[in-house]
């Protein structure tokens, strides 16, 4: 098969060689020709000579002599290059090859001297220019009797030679816009690679606290790229290292990259890795240090490199001198850190393309070149020989931090990364909780404050740490001390919160006042008026009544219903209207503008049904009529009222910035959560400047800030039918004409519903064939979700974090109406997948009381009470009793104080209770009233029960408190425990321990076949979540 040549690939950049050419710059201006002669060397990986082959024709052509003449264009190759050259050098019809030389193709002779070709290329270049001096690349010397007798030829001629490889290469440095998707694709295999790869195993190390050698590592990276799964759907023959990755660590750095891998065991400290990926023939870099257990000081160092990098990435836009460049960055570490001057890396980069290294594009103090839009470069910064104070070992007593991406020149904003892996010190640092330190509480409160967010990841999947030794607490033990610190903690915080927030008193406001005519002037003159009859105005939204003979206005939010009924020959029309003592309804309370006033409660009016002799109607048709309008004005009304209800206490956000460049992070088919109109639409959704915008197809569009993201969740497809974006807002916003603090952005990603009636055979190929194809689809989601979301991360600088949720650590729960599997994730419990949407902020959370916890019980109660005691606790009923370890393990680790019990409480009267006298709680004990394990003398554990009994009981009147509060009705549970509690104390009266161990037994049996009945009938797609176990798992 023939391989083709992009010849408008070669048109475009030779045009553009030609054209620099003639300009004369610098070195351009001093050659009457340019020879390229690229021979046979394994050994040589990157020369200019074969770059500007792949540059031009896509191929490397070894043993060809290619001498570009003023007026044409010679190429000396063997027959089946020639061929392949056909394709460029015929141009007929090829509008593009206008301004490009005519080739002329000589045919390479093996066995001979090839002095007539010699001589005919001698003669070009004679006759191109002054035919003086030729352009070649001085540094690219072939092996060879071929290579040796063409340079002996020119040299034999007298032509004098300029080195023009920094020309070329600044020619060749900007690069199209296939060359960058090229560039793209290699950083997103890097990408892949470390953080799939490399970054795991050195967890995997650190964890098992292996040996393992610098090289070897470096070995299992190589090795790496030749599986697919970290390829992202890349060819394994189209990819290869640009250099073997060097890893250093223990006090042996060399922040270069012509160094290779010693054999040193790495050292669990500061260890860096510099990786890059070569994809057809176009490179990538990536340069990370992790850290494990850094000391605060490495860490304040480690976040000024980062500053320093963000200082480098502002600088490098179009037409910036690299020089200039360089010592602005200088000059703000001299500024901020002068003492880390002299440990800063000699040059902060390179330019990058087809060679990895373009040695005369380097960033340093003396380049005077100019940066230019769509240049690629690998900038590397770091700092080396940095002592460690708390070092002890000479390993520890030095480190080195390096860091570098592959970065994209733009026009006018910051340099793009094309590297996205995150590198903030929660990102890179590993924390081990040693033996000694886990009793230390306080090394623990400092790691969490250090790590934020991270700290509450790393938490969650409970640290891998080293086996614990047989003098050491249980993990029950500890968890129970961690508890009652907590609770210590718990009530002296609250009390202060509290008291701080006594001053505040909250306003009541008062009804709106409603006038119908502010003056005399704006009462309508209507005859309707003047003949006392009943007329609606509807600009004013008044109805107007005759009343003793007045004509009398009452705005129509005055009246609360009309009814209207015939009895005999007459029509009874009946207004009645808002007074001191009616109910206004739940949200209203009885408020008005001045309750001393008189008030007219309703008004009766009487019409004939009877046509009287001479009138032109009946009578009672007016009525009628103002019946109609009034019930359509007060609609109308209502609605308005309604609106601008909705609209109370949205806080106005900023104007989205709307960012024109075409290479926006983009989302495409997403359905929207809640629905814009009745119907759900697809639109796309698209990250700008400063937020989200989804656009529907019907052309709505919904603007979400970054500023005003509480919690942005990623749920993938992994047993779930959907794959969801979910944002929860810090402050509601408005569409489809109610207010939202959650929305989200889904698409499906297979069958929601199964075919029963198909009874074909389980291994039919159309089956298996629809199982495959929602196996890739799922795989082609979720990569496209993954990439949008490392997009917009680098776009926001890591502010704007998505965080996924843990599914090991998932319960089964009914915090709503149905039961859907709640997940953990680094900062809140979450469950998007179903609607209405579950999401709790764990900083939010005050603590977590445990309902209904008895021995003959499958389930149990979850009662989330907040920080903000005025907020009404969430309830999630019906978790699963084999739930509860893993779920206090896990509040354990978020340092949640929780609490059990057996019984349901009344929190409407508990929570009032503490509102009302907050000082009076926290003296009786405050939250160790749910404590069943709470210290104190006999005489005070009978007064708290004693509190326990009178104020907090539920009483019987509990469930219609509870029914106005809320829509869901838990009458049943209270029931379901009552008649258990009976039951159960019965049977305990009657039957010895082994008869209730036998029964035990039977019941576990009996609920392990029920959870495998209620698995299997589960919907098609849909797994049972898996049950939270206690593997501990760390994450960085």
């Given at each position: 098969?023939?391989?083709?040549?992009?010849?408008?690939?070669?048109?475009?950049?030779?045009?553009?060689?030609?054209?620099?050419?003639?300009?004369?710059?610098?070195?351009?201006?001093?050659?009457?020709?340019?020879?390229?002669?690229?021979?046979?060397?394994?050994?040589?990986?990157?020369?200019?000579?074969?770059?500007?082959?792949?540059?031009?024709?896509?191929?490397?052509?070894?043993?060809?002599?290619?001498?570009?003449?003023?007026?044409?264009?010679?190429?000396?190759?063997?027959?089946?290059?020639?061929d392949f050259l056909k394709q460029v050098a015929t141009t007929k019809?090829?509008?593009?090859?206008?301004?490009?030389?005519?080739?002329?193709?000589?045919?390479?002779?093996?066995?001979?001297?090839?002095?007539?070709?010699?001589?005919?290329?001698?003669?070009?270049?004679?006759?191109?220019?002054?035919?003086?001096?030729?352009?070649?690349?001085?540094?690219?010397?072939?092996?060879?009797?071929?290579?040796?007798s063409w340079n002996d030829t020119i040299t034999a001629e007298g032509l004098e030679k300029v080195d023009i490889s920094a020309v070329v290469a600044y020619t060749m440095a900007v690069k199209e816009d296939g060359e960058l998707s090229l560039m793209k694709k290699a950083a997103a295999?890097?990408?892949?690679?470390?953080?799939?790869?490399?970054?795991?195993?050195?967890?995997?190390?650190?964890?098992?606290?292996?040996?393992v050698r610098h090289s070897k590592l470096a070995e299992s990276v190589e090795k790496a790229i030749e599986e697919k799964k970290y390829l992202g759907g890349a060819d394994p023959s189209t990819v290869e290292m640009c250099y073997p990755p060097i890893i250093q660590s223990g006090g042996n750095y060399s922040l270069k990259f012509s160094v290779v891998s010693d054999k040193n065991h790495m050292h669990f400290g500061a260890i860096t890795c510099a990786m890059g990926i070569r994809y057809k023939s176009y490179c990538s870099n990536l340069v990370r240090t992790l850290m494990v257990d850094p000391p605060q000081e490495m860490q304040d160092n480690y976040n000024f490199l980062l500053q320093v990098e963000e200082e480098l990435l502002k600088v490098l836009k179009h037409g910036v001198i690299i020089s200039d460049a360089y010592n602005s960055v200088l000059e703000f570490v001299k500024?901020?850190?002068?003492?880390?001057?002299?440990?800063?890396?000699?040059?902060?980069?390179?330019?990058?393309?087809?060679?990895?290294?373009?040695?005369?594009?380097?960033?340093?103090?003396?380049?005077?070149?100019?940066?230019?839009?769509?240049?690629?470069?690998?900038?590397?910064?770091?700092?080396?020989?940095?002592?460690?104070?708390?070092?002890?070992?000479?390993?520890?007593?030095?480190?080195?931090?390096?860091?570098?991406?592959?970065?994209?020149?733009?026009?006018?904003?910051?340099?793009?990364?094309l590297t996205p892996v995150k590198k903030k010190i929660k990102n890179v640092g590993i924390f081990l909780k040693n033996d000694d330190e886990e009793d230390d509480e306080e090394d623990g409160d400092d790691a969490e404050e250090l790590l934020g967010k991270g700290a509450r990841s790393a938490a969650l999947l409970a640290d891998r740490t080293r086996l614990l030794g047989k003098n050491e607490m249980t993990a029950e033990e500890k968890r129970r001390a961690h508890?009652?610190?907590?609770?210590?903690?718990?009530?002296?915080?609250?009390?202060?919160?509290?008291?701080?927030?006594?001053?505040?008193?909250?306003?009541?406001?008062?009804?709106?006042?409603?006038?119908?005519?502010?003056?005399?002037?704006?009462?309508?003159?209507?005859?309707?008026?003047?003949?006392?009859?009943?007329?609606?105005?509807?600009?004013?939204?008044?109805?107007?009544?005759?009343?003793?003979?007045?004509?009398?206005?009452?705005?129509?939010?005055?009246?609360?219903?009309?009814?209207?009924?015939?009895?005999?020959?007459?029509?009874?029309?009946?207004?009645?209207?808002?007074?001191?003592?009616?109910?206004?309804?739940?949200?209203e309370g009885n408020i008005f503008p001045n309750p001393e006033a008189t008030f007219v409660k309703e008004i009766t009016y009487r019409a004939s049904n009877l046509k009287a002799p001479g009138d032109t109607s009946v009578p009672s048709t007016n009525l009628q009529n103002a019946f109609r309008i009034i019930k359509e004005v007060q609609k109308r009304y209502k609605t308005r009222e309604a609106e601008e209800k909705e609209k109370e206490g949205i806080v106005k956000q900023d104007s989205l910035v709307i960012n024109l460049?075409?290479?926006?992070?983009?989302?495409?088919?997403?359905?929207?959560?809640?629905?814009?109109?009745?119907?759900?639409?697809?639109?796309?959704?698209?990250?700008?400047?400063?937020?989200?915008?989804?656009?529907?197809?019907?052309?709505?569009?919904?603007?979400?800030?970054?500023?005003?993201?509480?919690?942005?969740?990623?749920?993938?497809?992994?047993?779930?039918?959907?794959?969801?974006?979910?944002?929860?807002?810090?402050?509601?916003?408005?569409?489809?004409?109610?207010?939202?603090?959650?929305?989200?952005?889904?698409?499906?990603?297979?069958?929601?519903?199964?075919?029963?009636?198909?009874h074909q055979h389980m291994h039919d190929r159309d089956d298996l064939y629809a199982e495959q194809m929602e196996r890739e689809m799922r795989h082609k989601l979720k990569s496209a979700f993954k990439n949008f979301i490392e997009k917009v991360e680098t776009l926001t600088k890591e502010e704007l974090e998505f965080e996924v949720p843990f599914r090991d650590l998932g319960f089964q729960g009914a915090p709503y109406r149905s039961t859907c599997l709640l997940q953990p994730t680094s900062s809140s419990l979450v469950n998007v997948t179903e609607w209405p949407p579950f999401v709790v902020t764990l900083d939010e959370v005050e603590l977590v009381h445990?309902?209904?916890?008895?021995?003959?019980?499958?389930?149990?109660?979850?009662?989330?009470?907040?920080?903000d005691y005025s907020k009404k606790v969430t309830m999630i009923n019906a978790v699963p009793v084999n739930s509860l370890d893993p779920i206090k393990e896990w509040l354990n680790s978020c340092d949640i104080k929780y609490t059990e019990g057996v019984q349901s409480l009344n929190w409407t009267k508990i929570m009032k209770t503490i509102v009302d006298d907050p000082e009076g709680f926290f003296e009786q004990g405050g939250w160790s009233f749910l404590d069943p394990e709470s210290e104190g003398s006999g005489a005070e554990e009978d007064s708290e029960s004693e509190m326990e009994d009178e104020t907090f009981n539920p009483s019987a009147d509990e469930e219609e408190e509870e029914e106005e509060d809320s829509d869901e009705d838990y009458s049943s549970e209270t029931e379901d425990s009552?008649?258990?509690?009976?039951?159960?104390?019965?049977?305990?009266?009657?039957?010895?321990?082994?008869?209730?161990?036998?029964?035990?037994?039977k019941a576990d049996k009996e609920s392990h076949y029920e959870d495998e009945d209620t698995s299997n009938r589960k919907r098609k797609g849909r797994s049972s979540a898996p049950q939270p176990h206690s593997k501990k798992k760390r994450r960085s």
């Amino acid at each position: 098969m023939a391989v083709n040549l992009d010849k408008e690939a070669y048109y475009r950049r030779i045009k553009r060689l030609y054209s620099n050419w003639k300009k004369g710059e610098d070195e351009f201006g001093k050659v009457d020709a340019i020879v390229v002669s690229v021979g046979v060397d394994e050994e040589i990986v990157y020369a200019k000579s074969t770059a500007i082959q792949t540059w031009l024709f896509g191929y490397e052509l070894t043993d060809t002599i290619m001498v570009f003449c003023d007026t044409k264009i010679i190429f000396l190759a063997s027959k089946k290059k020639v061929d392949f050259l056909k394709q460029v050098a015929t141009t007929k019809g090829n509008e593009n090859a206008n301004g490009v030389p005519p080739i002329t193709l000589l045919t390479r002779e093996k066995n001979e001297s090839n002095k007539a070709n010699f001589d005919k290329m001698i003669e070009a270049i004679r006759g191109s220019k002054e035919g003086k001096t030729v352009g070649v690349f001085s540094k690219d010397k072939f092996p060879g009797e071929y290579m040796k007798s063409w340079n002996d030829t020119i040299t034999a001629e007298g032509l004098e030679k300029v080195d023009i490889s920094a020309v070329v290469a600044y020619t060749m440095a900007v690069k199209e816009d296939g060359e960058l998707s090229l560039m793209k694709k290699a950083a997103a295999i890097t990408s892949e690679v470390y953080s799939k790869f490399f970054k795991e195993r050195v967890m995997e190390i650190v964890d098992a606290d292996e040996k393992v050698r610098h090289s070897k590592l470096a070995e299992s990276v190589e090795k790496a790229i030749e599986e697919k799964k970290y390829l992202g759907g890349a060819d394994p023959s189209t990819v290869e290292m640009c250099y073997p990755p060097i890893i250093q660590s223990g006090g042996n750095y060399s922040l270069k990259f012509s160094v290779v891998s010693d054999k040193n065991h790495m050292h669990f400290g500061a260890i860096t890795c510099a990786m890059g990926i070569r994809y057809k023939s176009y490179c990538s870099n990536l340069v990370r240090t992790l850290m494990v257990d850094p000391p605060q000081e490495m860490q304040d160092n480690y976040n000024f490199l980062l500053q320093v990098e963000e200082e480098l990435l502002k600088v490098l836009k179009h037409g910036v001198i690299i020089s200039d460049a360089y010592n602005s960055v200088l000059e703000f570490v001299k500024k901020e850190k002068p003492d880390l001057v002299s440990k800063l890396t000699k040059n902060l980069g390179f330019a990058m393309g087809i060679e990895f290294r373009e040695g005369s594009l380097v960033l340093n103090a003396k380049n005077q070149y100019k940066l230019k839009k769509g240049m690629v470069l690998s900038i590397s910064l770091g700092f080396s020989d940095l002592l460690n104070k708390d070092g002890k070992k000479d390993e520890q007593k030095k480190y080195a931090l390096f860091i570098g991406d592959s970065v994209q020149i733009n026009e006018e904003e910051t340099a793009t990364i094309l590297t996205p892996v995150k590198k903030k010190i929660k990102n890179v640092g590993i924390f081990l909780k040693n033996d000694d330190e886990e009793d230390d509480e306080e090394d623990g409160d400092d790691a969490e404050e250090l790590l934020g967010k991270g700290a509450r990841s790393a938490a969650l999947l409970a640290d891998r740490t080293r086996l614990l030794g047989k003098n050491e607490m249980t993990a029950e033990e500890k968890r129970r001390a961690h508890q009652k610190e907590l609770a210590n903690h718990l009530n002296e915080e609250a009390k202060r919160r509290l008291t701080e927030q006594k001053g505040e008193q909250h306003i009541q406001k008062a009804r709106k006042s409603n006038v119908s005519y502010k003056n005399v002037s704006q009462m309508p003159r209507e005859k309707d008026i003047r003949d006392m009859k009943i007329f609606i105005d509807k600009k004013y939204e008044t109805v107007v009544m005759p009343v003793f003979g007045i004509a009398t206005p009452f705005h129509i939010a005055t009246i609360k219903n009309i009814s209207m009924s015939v009895e005999g020959d007459y029509t009874y029309l009946r207004i009645n209207f808002y007074v001191p003592g009616s109910s206004l309804g739940r949200q209203e309370g009885n408020i008005f503008p001045n309750p001393e006033a008189t008030f007219v409660k309703e008004i009766t009016y009487r019409a004939s049904n009877l046509k009287a002799p001479g009138d032109t109607s009946v009578p009672s048709t007016n009525l009628q009529n103002a019946f109609r309008i009034i019930k359509e004005v007060q609609k109308r009304y209502k609605t308005r009222e309604a609106e601008e209800k909705e609209k109370e206490g949205i806080v106005k956000q900023d104007s989205l910035v709307i960012n024109l460049n075409r290479s926006n992070p983009k989302l495409k088919d997403l359905y929207i959560r809640p629905n814009i109109a009745q119907k759900r639409m697809q639109g796309s959704l698209e990250a700008h400047t400063n937020g989200f915008r989804f656009t529907s197809v019907r052309g709505d569009k919904v603007d979400i800030l970054y500023n005003n993201i509480k919690h942005a969740i990623f749920q993938p497809c992994d047993g779930e039918m959907i794959i969801v974006l979910h944002f929860h807002l810090k402050n509601a916003i408005m569409f489809g004409k109610r207010r939202h603090t959650d929305v989200q952005f889904y698409t499906e990603v297979g069958e929601i519903t199964t075919d029963l009636g198909k009874h074909q055979h389980m291994h039919d190929r159309d089956d298996l064939y629809a199982e495959q194809m929602e196996r890739e689809m799922r795989h082609k989601l979720k990569s496209a979700f993954k990439n949008f979301i490392e997009k917009v991360e680098t776009l926001t600088k890591e502010e704007l974090e998505f965080e996924v949720p843990f599914r090991d650590l998932g319960f089964q729960g009914a915090p709503y109406r149905s039961t859907c599997l709640l997940q953990p994730t680094s900062s809140s419990l979450v469950n998007v997948t179903e609607w209405p949407p579950f999401v709790v902020t764990l900083d939010e959370v005050e603590l977590v009381h445990f309902e209904r916890v008895q021995f003959h019980l499958k389930n149990f109660d979850v009662v989330i009470v907040y920080k903000d005691y005025s907020k009404k606790v969430t309830m999630i009923n019906a978790v699963p009793v084999n739930s509860l370890d893993p779920i206090k393990e896990w509040l354990n680790s978020c340092d949640i104080k929780y609490t059990e019990g057996v019984q349901s409480l009344n929190w409407t009267k508990i929570m009032k209770t503490i509102v009302d006298d907050p000082e009076g709680f926290f003296e009786q004990g405050g939250w160790s009233f749910l404590d069943p394990e709470s210290e104190g003398s006999g005489a005070e554990e009978d007064s708290e029960s004693e509190m326990e009994d009178e104020t907090f009981n539920p009483s019987a009147d509990e469930e219609e408190e509870e029914e106005e509060d809320s829509d869901e009705d838990y009458s049943s549970e209270t029931e379901d425990s009552d008649y258990s509690a009976s039951l159960g104390s019965e049977e305990e009266s009657g039957k010895d321990w082994d008869e209730l161990e036998e029964e035990a037994r039977k019941a576990d049996k009996e609920s392990h076949y029920e959870d495998e009945d209620t698995s299997n009938r589960k919907r098609k797609g849909r797994s049972s979540a898996p049950q939270p176990h206690s593997k501990k798992k760390r994450r960085s």
